[in-house]
Each structure stands twice: as C-alpha cells, then as structure tokens.
C-alpha cells in the first residue's frame, strides 16, 4: 500500500502563561491510500491537535515545535510543517488535497449563506469551472450523500436542516473535490446513535467510491469498530499502541487500550461489570516522569515506570506498543 501521510515525531505545544502544554509529543504513524485510521483516546489526549497540526490550523498559542508531515501528491512528497500555514501552497492542499469534517458542522456552514453558496464557493476556490458547473457538482454531491430533494437543500440555510442532515452536507462539501485524506474529528459524537450508524456507513460506502485515506478521531471504541482498517490508541500527547483493527479488539496488549475496551457497553462479556478507567487524566502542565500512563495502570512496575519512559516494540505485525510489559526499553 502507498503512503499518502506520514506524520514523524511531530511535537506541538501550546505556550501559555501558566506554562507550557505539550499537546503532541513525539507523534509518528502513517496513513495508506484508501485506508480507515481510527485514532482513539480520552478527552484531551491531543487527537484534534494533531489533526489541527496536519491541517495548519492551529490555534495561535500552539506551535509545531519538532517532527515532520510528509504529504504525498502528483509532485512527490512535501514537509508540510515546513509550509506557510496561510502561503498558497497550504491553502491549495487544505480542502483541496486533505479536507476535514468536524463534530460541529456550524463550524463549516455560516448561518448567512445558503448551503449552496457555500459548497458552490469552497469549490470554485479550487477547481477551475463555471458557477453553473460548481452548482452541478454540489448537487451530485448532496445526491451522493443520500439527501432527500437536494435541490431545495442547496438553497437552505444551515440552520433550516437537522444535525444528521447538515453532517450530509459537510461530508458532501469535503469530498466534492476529491481529496487524498478526510480527517474526520468526531464527526458523529454530537448524533443519535441511529443517524451515527447511518453517517459512518455512508463514509465507507463513499471512501471505497473516492478511495480517499481517512484519518477518524474519536473517543468511541464502538465507532472505531465499525470504521477503521487499523487504529492508533492516544494517550496525553503520545500513541502507545498501534494495530490493525482486528488485533486491537482480539489482543489489546497496553493496558490503558485495556481499560478503554473493558469501559465499552457493547463490547464487555456478559456478566462482567463495566469499568471505569480508574484514576485521573493528569494535569497536562505537568506530565508524569516515566511512562504517562503509569499513575493509572494497574501493571504499574515501581522504580520502572515512574522512572523511565518506555520505547515503542513492535510485538507482532504492524502491531505496536509502547509499554515495559513488552519489552519497551
Ligand atoms: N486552544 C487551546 N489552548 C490551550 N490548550 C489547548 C487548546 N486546545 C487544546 N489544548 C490542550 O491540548 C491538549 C490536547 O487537546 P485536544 O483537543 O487535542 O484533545 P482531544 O484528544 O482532541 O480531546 P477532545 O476529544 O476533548 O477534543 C489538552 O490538554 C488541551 O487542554
């Protein structure tokens, strides 16, 4: 499979009066053409930052201080933390050649525009083609999404539709220009669990049509069942265990991806109680010495874990962990 992203011990911090938060702390994984990445982890764990920092839209406080995101396209690959985040060039890759989908599709569709206008736009920004064509395209689009009498849609406003039905359109607005990645950072946390089922079975039905690699954030194990092709467990800035779907849920090897699957309704065996993950997420201003996850974890080795950080080993194939238990020197 070709690489279409690479992401090289990426490092970006926030600098902040209070002191400094280390986001993304040494961030490496890649994501193949056509493939799911699910990226999973508790709440500020740092999965929107690192999205945030391939997408060059970073709030002003942070900064990619180290680490590399390589990009292919027609030219070869490209550096893109080398780039100016609002130069030309990052401005024709974002939306164009990686476009995102976010939780909140208010955060894409202005309310004084019509839905329309505003796919119509995001299209001529890119693609050499008349008003009228772009009109088509949107419309293709919205057909492709399964929205009931698109043509009405597009001359709606955002708040004129429902929650599931504007996530229709955010997902036919990013993929009306074909891109090579779709990140998408938890773009179905905020619906019922029916509409969920439905918006994730129209990206893989679309994704094998487009064969655009997704990059999927979310802090559902369950979505991340259903959805990805291989996964990447985060915990406060760092990824402590990578494996293709199938192996994660049959042999999750660190024990916080553990304490994750044992916190899932659909997923725990009968009669076993549920879990929560016991402990709290550390003060993300002061990180833990040693392995982050050691104050948690009920494998903790004293004098080892709070000691030193542990390397990541690779157990199986394409299956790695970063953790004393396997190894991790
Ligand atoms: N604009 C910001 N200013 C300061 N700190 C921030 C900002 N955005 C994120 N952070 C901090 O960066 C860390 C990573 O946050 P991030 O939003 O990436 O987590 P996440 O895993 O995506 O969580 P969630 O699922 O809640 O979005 C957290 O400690 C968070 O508090």
Known sequence: ?????????????????????????????????????????????????????????????????????LFWNQQGAMDLTKLDSEGEQMRNIRGKDIAMIFQEPAACFAPVYTVGEQMIEAILLHEDMSKQEARRLALKMLEKVKIPNPESVLDRYSFQLSGGMLQRCMIAMALSLNPKVLIADEPTTALDVTIQAQIIYLVKQLQKEYSSAIMWITHDMGVIAQISDRVAVMYLGQIVETAPVKDLFRNPLHPYTRALLRSIPRLARRKKKLEAIKGVVPDPYNLPIGCRYHNRCDSFIRGLCDEREPTEVEVDVAHRVKCFLYGGR
């Open 1 to 69: 499979m070709r690489k279409v992203l690479e992401v090289k011990n990426l490092r970006t911090h926030f600098e902040l009066v209070e002191g400094t938060i280390r986001a993304v702390d040494g961030v490496s994984f890649q994501l193949n053409e056509g493939e799911v990445l699910g990226i999973v982890g508790e709440s500020g764990c740092g999965k929107s930052v690192t999205a945030q920092s391939i997408m060059r839209i970073l709030p002003k406080s942070a900064k990619i201080v180290g680490g590399e995101i």
